[in-house]
């Protein structure tokens, strides 16, 4: 059983550009979050998605930032024209149907560096 | 809002010595409470959980009691070892704000010394 998949695992952008990063949930898994990592830092909840909702966007910064996970493929995090100060690590996690056991699974993390 | 403090490091130790991470937090609803470690270069697993008051959680040798009193949630370990060497962060999921969502810690790192 696979765990949460992520990719790419490391990403270089220029101020600028535009990052996207991918996550596939653990199987049978319909609930999707992104964290946030700085440097030296804990993670910092962004969004929270089930299948073609965002059910809670708190975390996310108002500007340059989206995330999706449509009906069919992999939940996206998408930051628009990125500057120095998005280089982090980003968590996706998932989490099966319902509230029980509240326990969230995450991946190894898509560590985007902007130079 | 809800928040959690840990014990600052880094923390350094000599192997089979005795661990001790603190860990407290503030939260509004009756959270669970969680440690995950991370280890160089790699994202987050989950080491242990207690979901209600005076549970204890256990993994690996490492455990945890949930203490409402103290709003306390530390890790301890009775003999450490090189291969313990990460991050480990300590957080809350309080299904009481309408989310899944963890609050984590600001992570301690743990060094390990033959």
């Known amino acids: 059983n696979a765990g949460v998949m992520q990719n790419p695992r490391h990403l270089v952008r220029r101020r600028g550009q535009e990052a996207r990063l991918r996550c596939s949930p653990m199987?049978?898994?319909?609930?999707v979050y992104w964290y946030r990592q700085l440097p030296e830092e804990g993670l910092k909840f962004m969004v929270y998605l089930q299948k073609e909702n965002i059910i809670d966007e708190s975390g996310m910064p108002k500007e340059r930032f989206s995330a999706e996970f449509p009906k069919e493929g992999p939940s996206i995090l998408r930051i628009q024209q990125v500057v120095r100060g998005d280089s982090a690590a980003y968590f996706c996690a998932s989490s099966p149907p319902g509230s029980s056991g509240n326990t969230i699974y995450f991946g190894e993390g898509s560590w985007l560096t902007v130079v | 809002g809800d928040s959690v403090t840990q014990m600052e490091g880094p923390v350094t130790l000599s192997e089979e010595a005795f661990l001790t991470i603190n860990c407290t937090y503030t939260a509004t609803g009756y959270p669970s409470l969680f440690w995950y470690v991370q280890y160089p270069g790699e994202g987050l697993q989950l080491l242990l959980k207690a979901t209600k008051a005076d549970d204890k959680g256990s993994n690996k040798g490492f455990e945890a009691t949930y203490r409402k009193e103290t709003t306390s949630f530390h890790l301890e370990k009775g003999s450490v070892q090189v291969s313990d060497s990460a991050v480990y962060f300590c957080?809350?999921?309080?299904?009481?704000?309408?989310?899944?969502?963890?609050?984590f810690g600001q992570g301690t790192r743990l060094t390990i010394n033959p």
């Open positions: 199987k049978g898994h319909s609930h």
């Open positions: 957080a809350l999921s309080d299904l009481g704000q309408g989310a899944q969502k963890l609050v």
